[in-house]
């Protein structure tokens, strides 16, 4: 049981490359989401997909866009990557029993825009 | 908007001390709260889950509160570890199932 496992670790692109950011959970989890972590402003959630087959906009959506593959995959795609976007990426799935809800995190991708 | 606060932004204690980390959420229609550690450079590691109905939960030597009432969850550490320095994160699950962060608490235990 990987848990939820994203690709790549590190990433370097150039202002205007376009990339995708991959997420994978096997926990059988409903929901995912992504988040974003930046010094001094802490995590702030992007884009999430509450089941298989759907996505909605978070806190910061804009310059980015997601497909929710199947159940176990989210990915994450820069089309026209900005320095701005510099910063370290979280996807998380959510197990979610009636009134229990916990959420994993991945281990991170680390994506620097110059 | 919802907002979660993390007092202090950083701490620095003795091997040994008990110690208390503080989050306060604007929301009082709280569904979840949870509490993370997050190591330099690396993801977040679930601490514990409070669940709206539950006032506490216990893991080890950790301990977290829930007060809803009051807006503030306390996340106690018995008997500190030079291990246990990391930075400790509150969130609180928003109604999408979505988790609001406070900043967190970057914790130093010196031995």
């Known amino acids: 049981n990987a848990g939820v496992t994203q690709t790549p670790k590190f990433q370097v692109l150039k202002t205007g490359q376009s990339m995708t950011l991959q997420c994978a959970q096997d926990?059988?989890?409903?929901?995912m989401y992504w988040y974003r972590q930046d010094p001094g402003m802490g995590l702030r959630l992007i884009y999430y997909?509450?089941?298989?087959?759907?996505?909605d906009k978070g806190e910061v959506p804009n310059g980015y866009n997601v497909s929710r593959l199947n159940k176990r995959e989210f990915s994450l795609r820069l089309e026209s990557a900005a320095p701005s976007q510099t910063s370290v990426y979280f996807c998380?799935?959510?197990?979610?029993?009636?009134?229990?809800?916990?959420?994993?995190f991945g281990p991170g991708t680390r994506l620097t825009v110059l | 908007k919802q907002e979660v606060t993390q007092i202090p932004a950083a701490l620095s204690v003795p091997e040994g001390e008990n110690l208390v980390l503080n989050c306060s959420f604007t929301?009082?229609?709280?569904?979840?709260l949870q509490w993370f550690r997050q190591d330099p450079g690396k993801g977040l590691t679930s601490l514990l889950l409070?669940?709206?109905?539950?006032r506490e939960q216990t893991s080890g030597r950790l301990n977290a509160s829930l007060d809803k009432s009051s807006g503030r969850s306390t996340l106690y550490i018995a008997a500190s570890q030079p291990g246990d320095s990391a930075t400790y994160l509150c969130?609180?699950?928003?109604?999408?199932?979505?988790?609001?962060f406070g900043k967190g608490t970057k914790l130093s235990v010196k031995p």
């Open positions: 969130a609180q699950q928003g109604s999408q199932g979505n988790l609001i």
């Open positions: 409070i669940q709206s109905s539950q």
């Open positions: 997909s509450a089941s298989e087959g759907t996505t």
């Open positions: 998380a799935s959510r197990d979610f029993r009636g009134s229990y809800n916990e959420q994993f």
């Open positions: 929301d009082s229609a709280i569904y979840n």
């Open positions: 926990m059988n989890h409903n929901s």
